[in-house]
């Protein structure tokens, strides 16, 4: 057996009209939910890549800034 039932002579063509209606505006706010859903999980993916690539960028500049303050130092003990 279907799952789905066609809407039988129990109903006015107006009844069915409001039927439809009803199912499909709630079909289109499930839908605009699940668009919302999916684009705030977009949004926090991103945002935790752009933390973690901010994370490694400020320790490469770090890591660059240590080694010409060394370079700097050797520099200047052969003077």
Do not use: V
């Not at 839908?31 to 859903?37: G, T």
């Not at 999916?38 to 400020?58: E, F, G, H, P, T």
């Amino acid at each position: 057996m279907s799952a789905f039932r066609p809407l039988g002579n129990g109903f006015s063509s107006t009844e069915k009209l409001h039927l439809c209606t009803a199912l499909l505006s709630e079909s289109g706010h499930s839908i605009h939910f699940l668009m919302i859903l999916s684009s705030n999980w977009a949004y926090l993916k991103d945002a935790s890549k752009m933390q973690a690539y901010q994370d490694i960028k400020a320790k490469e500049e770090q890591e660059l800034q240590d080694i010409q303050a060394r370079s700097k130092e050797q520099l200047n003990s052969y003077t």
